[in-house]
């Protein structure tokens, strides 16, 4: 079946990288995207990748694919307090307009 | 990028009353929307897609007469909670797809801000 998976939390100090990370089953995924949730708002989607790409980076933001294992990571350079939300990666499923959510990742950035 | 609205941001309401909350596409048609819920601390269910001029596909569990979708137009779907109850509160989040066509055909998810509903 469909499932993702991410950690639930993760706290670094602000300047450091964030790093989270997401499984995914679905072999037949064709974008799976990263989407940031402030407390009480809605999602912003923050960057993807075609799922025959391995890498991809976008100014703070690096996207890393392991489609072998099914693995993606996203990293945040130079974390700010600002970067404090929970994030979710989402996996869209080629020919079934569906897209999975992981169950999100917690960042919490500390001065 | 692309701006999807919802309308009301926040409503209390009273029990056995319905609520119609409203998803724009701004600057783009689209075809598909979906509703989605979410409770405290948790990830999104999707609830729905909805697709204009046609039915809305509800998932497992949702019980389609108490989550009615209306999708009248390529910029609007509408969600109406039926004799809403205090189980109903919940944030519900509408997305659109923006499909464009270039190098490759690609489709590109954006998300409306959320309605907060609280049943009393």
């Known amino acids: 079946g469909e499932d993702v998976e991410q950690s639930l939390f993760l706290s670094v100090r602000e300047g450091d990288s964030s790093v989270i990370n997401c499984t995914y089953t679905?072999?037949?995924?064709?974008?799976l995207y990263w989407y940031k949730q402030e407390p009480g708002a809605g999602l912003q989607l923050l960057t993807y990748i075609f799922s025959n790409m391995d890498m991809k980076q976008d100014q703070r933001l690096t996207v890393l694919l392991n489609k072998k294992d099914k693995h993606l990571s996203l990293r945040i350079a130079d974390t700010q307090t600002g970067d404090s939300a929970i994030y979710f990666c989402?996996?869209?499923?080629?020919?079934?307009?569906?897209?999975?959510f992981g169950t999100g990742t917690r960042l919490k950035v500390l001065a | 990028g692309a701006v999807v609205s919802q309308h009301p941001s926040w409503v209390i309401c009273k029990s056995g009353t319905s609520v119609k909350i409203e998803c724009r596409s701004l600057d783009f048609q689209a075809t598909t929307m979906f509703w989605y819920r979410q409770f405290p601390k948790q990830s999104l269910m999707l609830m729905a897609t909805?697709?204009?001029?046609?039915?809305?596909?509800?998932e497992q569990g949702v019980e389609k007469d108490k989550f009615l979708i209306n999708h009248a137009s390529l910029t609007l779907s509408t969600l109406t909670v039926t004799s809403a109850h205090p189980e109903d509160s919940s944030f519900y989040i509408c997305?659109?797809?923006?499909?464009?066509?270039?190098?490759?055909?690609?489709?590109?998810?954006?998300f409306g801000p959320g309605t907060r509903l609280l049943v009393l």
């Open positions: 997305s659109a797809i923006e499909r464009t066509s270039g190098n490759y055909f690609q489709e590109t998810q954006y």
């Open positions: 989402a996996e869209w499923i080629s020919g079934t307009y569906k897209y999975i």
């Open positions: 679905d072999s037949s995924s064709t974008y």
């Open positions: 909805s697709n204009e001029g046609s039915k809305a596909t509800y």
